[in-house]
């Protein structure tokens, strides 16, 4: 694996294209600034890691030939993923150890289709931390939880991605409430990110895709 000579901090799942199957991210960088003078395996500086998921559990390095950005040398430490210009594909921000952060832009282009849900609890807690959200596309079930941080000095919002591939209309959206109740929104249409209420059965719309 790439990754075995590095030191590897906050990682991430998330589908950088939109294909339905999550890749990897890997923030890369060593403790010892002076490494090098004892180990000539290892540096510092490093660069960080993306795995892309090609199926059946199997993950290829991309790294290499995924942009300018992850070509960054630094000694990184947490991630933060998100669609920061909701243009409908994670980014990705990087915490790096005494410099400045490194904001990489998702611009993978022959993306698929998508879909983002923010959670809005009314009995339970309002940002919906532990609830559970199933997305039903022809015959695929996509499944994500929302947590209030993962992984090393990291965290990746209260807000959920799943990438749909060539899937173009949804039949249904579950959401488990950590309280115990259990939501069913109908017919949600793709590309878009939706708010989904505790205790309602419509998905309200909060933005397509900008063009």
Known sequence: M????DVTWGIG???FENDGDRDIFVACGHVQDKIDLFDDRTTYLQTNRLYRNIGN???VDVSDRSGEGMKVNLSSRGIGLDDLDNDGDVDVVILNSR???TLLRNDTPNQGHWLQTTLQGTTSNRDGIGAQVRVFTQGVILSDEVHSGRSYQSHF?????FGLGKQASIERIEVLWIGGGRDAYENVNVDQHVLLIEGESTA????PAKD
Request: zero cysteines.
């Open 157 to 161: 919002g209260t807000r959920l991605y």
């Open 13 to 15: 799942f998330a589908d």
């Open 2 to 5: 790439s990754s075995l000579t």
């Open 204 to 207: 309200r719309p909060i933005g």
């Open 57 to 59: 559990g199997k993950f």
């Open 99 to 101: 410099r400045e952060p």
